[in-house]
């Protein structure tokens, strides 16, 4: 599927990994049947990840639930044919998920988790053997460098509370911009446009540069589907890569389905019943304030998108409330293009579906935003009030809170749901939008029964 | 006063009716008379055309000529028309647009990969193709974001007393682009009411991603709080990072000590000492109770030479520093305070993404008519808001010359003389010296690349 690198430097010191770079697909006779086994255990481990990851684990559990996972799913009865199933089956996940840019953007972020538990797991030479294959070509901090910045190194372990690094440990010097998760929590210490990265920093290194190699190969894979494979092999892989695509998506909710329309005039009492905090919080600051930041826009824009309001409610909506503080003409100006585009009317059509759980969660609002998720981001006592107001007392807002403490934000949105709907939500919250529809289903059957 | 009162007496607007000083004040405020000579006199077409080129309009080989007709500008007209996606094959199109459309703001967004006018020709095939390509890292500083630490204005007002906050973030930012992140080429501008916009323009600035821009923004970001949590500072570490570190003890204690502690009153009322006292991770309550007993005898110690903010703030720190309370968390809060107070609170969006739009320098404020004039880092304690030239201003002085016969650089014999001056000899010139030369070190890469492919 792609040029097969001329040559490979696996071997340093007679360490082998064997945790591959998918640098080219495997060369070997593949039997359907196979094919389409492979990939689904795959799935399974990149789904069970995806699964924790939205509901919030820890990275230290998350490490330790990703290598189970691929233990179980992963193995192979012929010890010598472990290796192959990898690499056949993220090749044949690479065609089901190259083929719009939601699905890439999953695949990406999945397998790039995959990879870096993976590589945490490898011994300290075994992750140097896979640093040249890289082809990165950063030499350890020499000590006399390491002597003069050794001080600032102490502060950032200090700063990061773990032990001070010694002269035995292992540095290296690298351009900041391969480092972006690092740079982002301060984790380095930075200077002139360098970072100095610990050996058990690497991995953040490494995943980085796996993420741009797969990212641009699932576009070139996109390329070679539409153009070629697609029609080659429509009477043999074809039909399995589009029963694999079809059957393991989850909903997208940017297209509303069961509740299609609401209306401005009932957009008040659907929201008291049937948004979660998180959209209720917004919701009710913007009826406030008339004003919400971008953040906070987007993520109730989009919702609402979501549950059905037609673009020109919304334009309206909105407008009604900024035109108080901003005035129309700014509204019209500055903002309507703003939900003009969460529309795909303006601008570039892309990642315009309702944000899940998992990208609210990891939003990080600041001074003046009310977007991100309330269980994570209010204090208690704001909570506990937030809970009160939406009809949540007694001993559940001791189980909501438990759930918070623990930081599994989207159980303690299930347990509030259960709480106000009277009602018990097996699949856990996920997604708003599926909040707010598996609310409308359970007022709609109580109308019912009502009636 | 507003553009309709001033409208009212502006037919002749070079002279102001009720001044009666000379026959050369010009009313204060701005209209689009005024901003129509301002366009046409004094606004430097040449500097931003060139800035914006980035060495590409020179006759080098590896020159992009297409690079700034790529460059999407937007225009805010009077009548609240907004343009978007505008661009310019020359600079002499620009200039043109701009005094026909008279646009009361221009933004200045990325660089696309295509003319922007003409994207939706390309819109049709899919890809992606109309995508942004390069566009300066770029940080806003607004004040209104400080609203909960300065109690003399609030929302759009600025004054002297709170201007030190933007002073500070001028001052952290600007040492950490250049120390931490190893930038040269940083303008910084002020907004023309209440904050400073800055522009990082180095070459592989230009090119980060924005994954990378957003890192950078978070490398800055120290309030993990938001609207609905009390805490908005919090050092949990043993130290602090070497960036902040560097902060706290360079600029933002001496600032919080030396002027803000003073001109806030921080600690004068009881409203203000229980927002700090809040701030006291303290679980049986006995510091805090210990402060505010002292507090709130009424100055018993009537030693009033001291002022009494800097009495409590001392008292506050002997407490939590004399190490008699071992309560966890104690230790970075005297730092947590001066962070709350003083430290830079950037608009996250605008850094993270490259298509987000920036007003462009030299643009006048609509409301305040002032110009958005470049501040010199080095110097950023002497700048004052309230002193830059005005749309007003700079008329009075092109007409106290009288007519002249036209010459080239009007702005020459105005307070703008002094801006565009430091403009061209602090950034703009340092800025083409090393696109020049990042040009030349691509084309002799390109060359001995061309060179290997021979050899087989
Ligand atoms: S868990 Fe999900 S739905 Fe619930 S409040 Fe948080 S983000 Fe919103
Ligand atoms: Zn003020």
Redesign the interface.
Known sequence: MEPVRSQRKLIVNDVVSTLPLYRSAPALEVRLEEFELFALDRLRVLKGISDALSRGRKPEEMEKLAIDLWKTNMRHPQASEVINKDKISHFVLRLVYCRTEDLRKWFLSMETALFRYRFKREKQEAQRALMAEFDLPYKAVSSPEFESVKE?L???S????QSSPTADDIFFKVP??EV??L????RV??????AYIAMSQVVSLVATQFRSHLSKALILTNRKWTTTIAEQEKDRLTPIVEALSSSYLGPDYSQPKEFAQISLKDIDDVAKSSFPLCMR?LFEKLREDHHL???GRMQLGLFLKGVGLKLDDALAFWKAEFSRKVGA??F???YS?GIRHNYGREG?R?DYTPYSCQKIISS???????H?C?YR???E??LRAALNKMGVTGRAVGDVMDKVRNRHYQLACTLTFEAVHGSSCDAGINHPNQYFSDSQKIMQSKNQSAA | MTGDEVSKGSDDMMIDEYEQKQGNVVPDGFNSHYLKVYYGKLFPYADIFKWMSYGNDGKHPVCDQSYFSRREFSF?LDN???L?FQSFNSMSELENSVKEKCPVKIDIGPVYSVDPSKRHAY?QSGD?V??PVERELIFDIDMS?YDDVRYCCSGADVCLECWPLMTIAVKVIDTSLR?????SHILWVYSGRRGVHCWVCDG?ARR?TN??R???A??F?V?KG???????VS???????????RSYTEVLMDFFERKLLLSQEIFSTEERYEKILDMIPDPDQSITSELRGKWQEKRRTANSKDDINVVRWEQLKNMLQSGKHKVQGLRRCVEEIVFSFTYP?LD??VSKHMNHLLKAPFCVHPKTGRVCVPIDPNRCEEFDPTAVPTLSNLLEQLNIGGLRAEVDNEWDRTSLGKSIRFFRSSFLQPLLKSCKEEMESSYNAKLQQSKNSFSW
Do not use: C
Not at chain 1, 364 to 370: C, F, I, N, R, Y
Not at chain 2, 179 to 183: H, L
């Open positions: 600032k102490v502060l950032v200090r700063s990061l509370g900041f911009e972006p998760e740079v982002a929590g301060r210490f930075i200077s002139k446009g360098h919080h930041k971008h953040g003409e700014r019209d100006k500055e293009y570039k892309t990080t609002p600041g001074v003046g935003d009310h991100g309330p981001n209010f204090s006592e704001n | 805010t609240e028309v907004y978007r819109a992606n109309f995508t974001d120390d931490d992140f190893g930038f592989k980060l994954e990378q957003a890192a950078i978070d490398y970001r309030y938001n609207e609905n949590s009390h805490k908005k050092f949990t570490g043993l130290a602090l990072h070497p960036f902040l570190a609170r996250m969006e």
